[in-house]
């Protein structure tokens, strides 16, 4: 067994990451622009561009620093014809778009200087119209020594009109898929990932890896890339639970943990969530009213299913660019997402912010999840970005928030009550998921001596412990206490 097996790397539980969509961040004037743009503030398209870039990233390390960032994921950023650039034309070229690779250098160097991870998604399943061998066959046809890349099945190829002669995803034309059982495509995917980690980036996100079935392809990806750097993050986008990718240790280290975000919904959202716009939600059930109880059990069996080393390195999040904005969801209510922040700030595994998400920037489903970033303070919640600042602040301040246990002790109505423990720290944290502020005697049981003051970490407010319980704890509505 190979060292780099059954372990993940431990930056990642003392992560917090970042997700941005490159188009839609931020602008910057060091990069040469070909043409006109969609106005920066206008509703988002299909396929319109906004041009947001690298060089407008590095110029907002600043931002992401101050809000205790210390780690991005990055939507596609590699030469494409798409805005999302899931249509792969170059594999070994960012986007000119975007800054092309000097920018990309910039980047990755001042991202590093800071101590900011860069794990960038890796989309292997499918390519595009403009990647070199399909391009090749579309100009050769059958001539072209490129056939076996794809599996081809007429000529000329449909490849803009009629119904699609060869493999693609979802029947998209526009993406054709990858023969990986073609030993030559299988050696270029290979040598993509490899090639980006010796570059310096920090991990892959692996775009619906579960496409991917061919037997032992993701062992030979860990191979590589863990050969490569030990420590490189390996999540894959993968909605479901996912014992077979991760329990075996020698595929993936975590996943997009969005049975969590399915949780959150029902447990946050409760009776009031926006059930028209949570259907089919990355192809999951539909989420139900979940009752703190509930909400405590299924997120304690999500660490049980998985081994804790795995457990503990999941990619936790409330959206992303493929599902609605969590504020749209809770039907704008910033209470309900600002306290779902906290739960996933003092919750096991890398909690990761969708980029907007920390000023209020709201969305339905695709493209309106995808809006761009505002740089006007004035339209930021600015209360908001600020408790989930100071929220961060704290998780990096104390490792039980990180790496110690999760153990729910009081689940009654709305109130959700967890110790996060390890050897040196044992901290507090309470929940009211209600619009009416709770007062009761929580029982702590021998997490705590008895005479044990406790401040609250996010205000002036103390707590004591005595006859091992506190007496008349009051949690306000919609508010959250962390007790250490």
């Keep these: 067994m190979t060292e780099y097996n059954n372990r993940t790397p431990d930056w990642v539980k003392n992560a917090v990451f970042y997700q941005i969509f490159p188009d839609r961040f931020a602008w910057s004037s060091r990069v040469n622009k070909p043409g006109l743009f969609e106005k920066w503030d206008s509703l988002p398209t299909i396929h319109g561009f906004k041009g947001g870039d690298l060089m407008g990233v590095y110029e907002k390390l600043d931002y992401l620093e101050d809000l205790g960032i210390n780690a991005i994921y990055f939507n596609p950023i590699f030469q494409s014809a798409s805005n999302h650039r899931y249509h792969t034309h170059d594999y070994y070229l960012v986007d000119p778009l975007l800054g092309g690779n000097e920018a990309f250098k910039i980047l990755l160097d001042a991202a590093h200087t800071r101590g900011i991870r860069i794990v960038l998604d890796g989309v292997f399943n499918h390519a595009s119209r403009g990647f070199f061998p399909f391009n ?29 002669n060869y493999d693609c995803w979802w029947n998209l034309p526009a993406l054709p898929k990858l023969n990986v059982e073609n030993p030559m495509v299988r050696r270029y995917i290979m040598e993509v990932a490899r090639y980006w980690v010796d570059q310096g980036i920090d991990g892959w996100r692996l775009d619906v890896p579960f496409e991917i079935t061919l037997p032992g392809f993701w062992e030979e990806f860990r191979d590589v890339v863990k050969t490569a750097n030990p420590d490189t993050y390996i999540v894959g986008e993968v909605p479901t639970e996912a014992q077979d990718w991760l329990n075996s240790g020698e595929k993936f280290d975590a996943v997009m943990n969005y049975q969590l975000t399915h949780a959150a919904i029902g447990f946050f ?105 505002t740089w006007r303070q004035e339209d930021w919640n600015v209360e908001l970005r600020d408790a989930i600042k100071e929220t961060i602040t704290v998780r990096h301040a104390i490792p039980a928030l990180r790496t110690g246990s999760y153990e729910p002790i009081y689940t009654q109505d709305s109130i959700l009550a967890y110790l996060r423990r390890d050897e040196l720290d044992t901290v507090l944290v309470v929940l009211n998921n209600s619009d009416a502020a709770v007062k009761l005697n929580l029982a702590t049981g021998d997490a705590f001596e008895n005479g044990t003051e406790l401040q609250d970490q996010l205000s002036d407010n103390h707590v004591s412990i005595e006859q091992q319980q506190i007496t008349d704890l009051t949690i306000p509505p919609m508010g959250a206490m962390i007790l250490a």
């Design 136 to 164: 090749h066959i579309l100009e050769s046809g059958q001539d072209s020594p490129y056939i076996d890349w794809f599996k081809v099945h007429g000529f000329p190829l449909n490849a803009y009109q009629g119904k699609p």
């Design 269 to 373: 959202g409760g009776n009031a969530f926006d059930q028209k716009l949570a259907e089919g939600m990355m192809g999951l059930p539909q989420p139900q009213s979940m009752s703190a109880q509930a909400f405590a059990h299924r997120t304690s069996e999500l660490l049980k299913i998985y081994p804790q080393e795995f457990a503990y390195a999941q990619l936790n999040l409330l959206d992303s660019h493929d599902m609605p904005r969590f504020l749209s969801l809770m039907n704008g209510n910033i209470a309900k997402l600002k306290l779902a922040y906290t739960f996933l700030l003092t919750y096991p595994g890398a909690p990761c912010i969708y980029y907007g998400d920390e000023i209020g920037l709201d969305g339905g489903r695709d493209p309106y999840c995808r809006k761009s970033f």
